[in-house]
């Protein structure tokens, strides 16, 4: 079983909006910044979207969103495209140690 | 832009050590801007934080795997290494070798495409 609780999918049309959540206890999500969110199509490494809760890096889309409330983050994608279909696993810093959500399989219908 | 690729024996027997190497390029393993760092994902589930070496010398595990894991940076050859003793078939995954700012955490910003290994006899 994974640290951080994510669904196992999600799923929107081209255009629209999904949020992915991601929760998880006092001890890391709730505690610290220290949130991030990467994106892995099939065979691939994970790419980072999101780090820092909601600051996203050179080069990622601002579709991409993040954000936080009390123990649970969650990762909005906006404008869904075809590309955008993929995994997407949270990360959280919980001190000294890195726990990973499971996963969710975003898909755009 | 930096860039990894991981090298080692993609089977390995049960009880034995697993053993890989990150080859950096395009950085420095001497470079205090990351913490060289492991992570694992067996297949068809998610992501798991192995542990990472500091360029002084300074390494963090993951509390589950800690007492079988060391990772070591060769400076000579800008590679980090990982070894993993005691191995089971719950060790099969694919390994990847990534960077985590030294400002932050858990921000991983560049891995290697990773290699699989199988831990069968």
């Known amino acids: 079983q994974s640290a951080l609780i994510q669904p196992p999918s999600a799923s929107g049309s081209p255009g629209q909006s999904v949020t992915i959540s991601c929760t998880g206890t006092s001890s890391d999500v709730g505690e610290y910044k220290y949130v991030s969110w990467y994106q892995q199509h099939p065979g691939k490494a994970p790419k980072l979207m999101i780090y820092?809760?909601?600051k996203r890096p050179s080069g990622v889309p601002d579709r991409f969103s993040g954000s936080k409330s009390g123990n649970t983050a969650s990762l909005t994608v906006s404008g869904l495209q075809a590309e955008d279909e993929a995994d997407y696993y949270c990360?959280?810093?919980?001190?000294?140690?890195?726990?990973f959500g499971g996963g969710t399989k975003l898909t755009v219908l | 832009q930096v860039q990894l690729q991981e090298s080692g024996p993609g089977l390995v027997k049960p009880s034995e050590t697993l053993s890989l190497t990150c080859t950096v390029s395009g950085g420095s393993v001497s470079s205090g801007s990351y913490q060289w760092s492991w992570i694992r994902q067996p297949p068809g589930k998610g992501l798991e934080w192995i542990g990472y070496m500091y360029y002084s010398g300074t390494t963090n595990y993951n509390p589950s795997l800690k007492s079988r894991v060391t990772v070591s940076i060769d400076t000579s050859k800008n590679q980090f290494s990982l070894k993993l003793s005691s191995v089971t078939a719950a060790d099969t995954a694919v390994y990847y070798c990534?960077?985590?700012?030294?400002?932050?955490?858990?921000?991983?910003?560049?891995w290697g495409q990773g290699t699989l290994v199988t831990v069968s006899s």
């Open positions: 990360s959280s810093y919980a001190g000294s140690n890195k726990v």
């Open positions: 990534a960077t985590e700012r030294s400002v932050s955490w858990s921000v991983f910003d560049y």
């Open positions: 820092e809760v909601t």
